[in-house]
């Protein structure tokens, strides 16, 4: 068979079955690492402690004035392994990017702990950042898991969106707090001028 008849076979093959010559690049990267449901939610991901670990910060508060928990919490975060890769060798983050926040309780008495705190075993709290432009207005997407049931994007309006876009030191992600990707950043030159003078004036103390 000649390539002109093949190309015209293909051709039909893909319209046929809802996939037209223009559509290709509308796929939503994304999918390669998380689920959604028909109507749009995020299906809990279940395998992403196999993920690349990038940091863990303890009480950590992004508003002004005290935090209103009474009790300690670890965040632990992770990046899907491929988005790492190129990172790595980009300083940038490539669509499909799936970030994971988990939230777990910190503790100080168990077992022969005398001093310090360390994790309790319930995760009570779920978040993830996705870059998808060809599925979110503005490229990223925000979902906060209540529990084991889909979740609906967070909706753009929410504050989390504006945080992360006038905080964020690589487009909207805080890799000002992942110590093993800061370097990369800088020697990418991908840092955000307020992020660059901010550790500027850090390390000039």
């Known amino acids: 068979m000649n390539s002109a008849k093949l190309a015209a076979l293909l051709s039909v093959f893909l319209v046929a079955g809802g996939v037209r010559a223009g559509d290709a690049g509308t796929a939503s990267p994304s999918a390669a690492h998380v689920s959604y449901t028909a109507d749009g939610r995020l299906e809990v991901p279940t395998t992403y402690r196999d993920w690349p670990f990038l940091t863990s910060g303890l009480d950590m508060n992004y508003a002004s004035g005290e935090g209103g928990e009474d009790h300690h919490m670890f965040d632990n975060?992770?990046?899907?392994?491929?988005?790492?890769?190129?990172?790595?060798?980009?300083?940038?983050?490539?669509?499909?990017?799936?970030?994971?926040?988990?939230?777990?309780?910190?503790?100080?008495k168990g077992s022969i702990n005398r001093s310090g705190q360390f994790q309790a075993e319930p995760v009570m709290s779920l978040e993830l950042h996705i870059k998808d432009s060809a599925r979110f207005e503005g490229g990223w997407g925000f979902f906060d898991f209540g529990g084991n049931?889909?979740?609906q994007k967070i909706p753009l309006a929410a504050g989390c969106y504006s945080c992360h876009?006038?905080?964020?030191?690589?487009?909207?992600?805080?890799?000002?707090?992942?110590?093993?990707?800061?370097?990369?950043?800088?020697?990418?030159?991908?840092?955000?001028?307020?992020?660059?003078?901010?550790?500027?004036?850090?390390?000039?103390?």
Do not use: C, N
Not at 101 to 108: D, H, Q, V, Y
Not at 171 to 184: D, H, K, N, S, W
């Open 149 to 151: 049931a889909p979740a």
């Open 77 to 108: 975060v992770f990046v899907d392994p491929d988005s790492l890769r190129a990172f790595r060798k980009t300083g940038s983050w490539p669509e499909g990017t799936v970030f994971v926040k988990e939230g777990r309780e910190g503790l100080t």
């Open 165 to 205: 876009q006038s905080h964020g030191a690589v487009e909207t992600t805080f890799v000002q707090f992942y110590p093993t990707l800061i370097g990369v950043a800088r020697s990418m030159h991908t840092l955000s001028t307020d992020t660059s003078a901010g550790l500027a004036r850090r390390e000039q103390k």
